[in-house]
């Protein structure tokens, strides 16, 4: 063989092993594993279609349809972070969003995190709600994407009713939870289930619920395939006051009643919760 054309073959051989991510002489080119827009938006559940999304592409939070919420409250559950705007706690890179727990001492608390919702800015009368995330790790985490009914200043809690989409504490990291809050069962409420998922904390994966005037379905990944169904034979103001708009919350918490209740491990800070994107679908 012609030594010229055999150095070219090699050369160009070469070339596509490390553009295709394949260790050549010991060096590896890795292609990012990049999600295009039109790739997220093929995960559209049948019969539904997408009303409202956000797949964080700006850079920064979308304050038209984010509130930002600034308290040390303790989310009424007497957790330990104070929620701030800093973007050290919450910032988009990369088409993600991030929430960040970090230990850190501010206005009379010893850990900072942050906590969004749609509240006053956009609210849904049953449909599909899904977030696309990896949750943070660690004893004393407390991360969590729910639903509150937007009657909560009138009414209270539990009466606006409450849906937690997914629930994971950090102390027990292999269960994500999906509960249900209301006057017949709330805070240690029975109207809960469960399911065992053991890289949430590596992979990125779907929570979600399906709510319709029947019933709130909880899933992780398959919509068709619910871990937890709530589906109450009574349907009252004390069973079911989910004929009405809730709004969403994202947070990440720290300690608390039940994220708290085997201490924290103060050397996982920072830690955070990565968000690919949310998204509403209601039925057509």
């Known amino acids: 063989m012609n030594i010229k054309w055999f150095l070219v073959r090699v050369v160009a051989i070469s070339f596509v092993m490390i553009t295709s991510g394949i260790s050549v002489l010991g060096q590896t080119k890795n292609t990012p594993n990049i999600e295009t827009k039109a790739k997220k938006k093929s995960h559209i559940s049948t019969g539904y279609k997408l009303v409202w999304d956000?797949?964080?592409?700006?850079?920064?939070?979308?304050?038209?349809?984010?509130?930002?919420?600034?308290?040390?409250?303790?989310?009424?559950?007497?957790?330990?972070?104070?929620?701030?705007?800093?973007?050290?706690?919450?910032?988009?890179?990369?088409?993600?969003?991030?929430?960040?727990?970090l230990k850190q001492s501010y206005k009379?608390?010893?850990?900072?995190?942050?906590?969004?919702?749609?509240?006053?800015?956009?609210?849904?009368?049953?449909?599909?709600?899904?977030?696309?995330?990896?949750?943070?790790?660690?004893?004393?985490?407390?991360?969590?994407?729910?639903?509150?009914?937007?009657?909560?200043?009138?009414?209270?809690?539990?009466?606006?009713?409450?849906?937690?989409?997914?629930?994971?504490?950090?102390?027990?990291?292999?269960?994500?939870?999906?509960?249900?809050?209301?006057?017949?069962?709330?805070?240690?409420?029975?109207?809960t289930g469960r399911n065992a998922l053991p890289d949430s904390h590596t992979q990125f994966h779907i929570y979600g619920v399906t709510?319709?005037?029947?019933?709130?379905?909880?899933?992780?990944?398959?919509?068709?395939?619910?871990?937890?169904?709530y589906d109450p034979s009574v349907k009252n103001a004390s069973t079911w006051p989910f004929d009405q708009p809730l709004f969403m919350i994202l947070n990440v918490a720290i300690g608390g009643g039940w994220g708290g209740k085997k201490g924290i491990d103060n050397s996982i800070f920072p830690t955070a919760m990565e968000v690919d994107y949310v998204r509403v679908y209601q039925y057509k």
Request: charged share 20%.
């Open 108 to 191: 009379g608390k010893s850990y900072t995190s942050a906590r969004i919702n749609t509240k006053g800015k956009e609210t849904w009368k049953y449909g599909r709600f899904e977030m696309r995330a990896k949750i943070p790790t660690g004893r004393g985490t407390w991360p969590a994407f729910w639903l509150l009914g937007e009657d909560i200043g009138k009414v209270g809690w539990p009466a606006c009713g409450e849906v937690d989409i997914m629930e994971n504490v950090g102390f027990d990291p292999l269960w994500i939870h999906g509960s249900i809050h209301t006057p017949s069962s709330y805070g240690s409420t029975v109207n």
């Open 54 to 101: 956000d797949e964080f592409n700006e850079k920064s939070l979308d304050t038209t349809k984010w509130n930002i919420e600034v308290n040390g409250k303790g989310g009424g559950n007497n957790e330990l972070q104070y929620y701030t705007n800093s973007p050290k706690n919450l910032y988009i890179k990369d088409g993600h969003l991030f929430i960040v727990a």
């Open 211 to 229: 709510w319709t005037p029947k019933n709130i379905s909880f899933f992780i990944d398959n919509p068709a395939k619910p871990y937890y169904t």
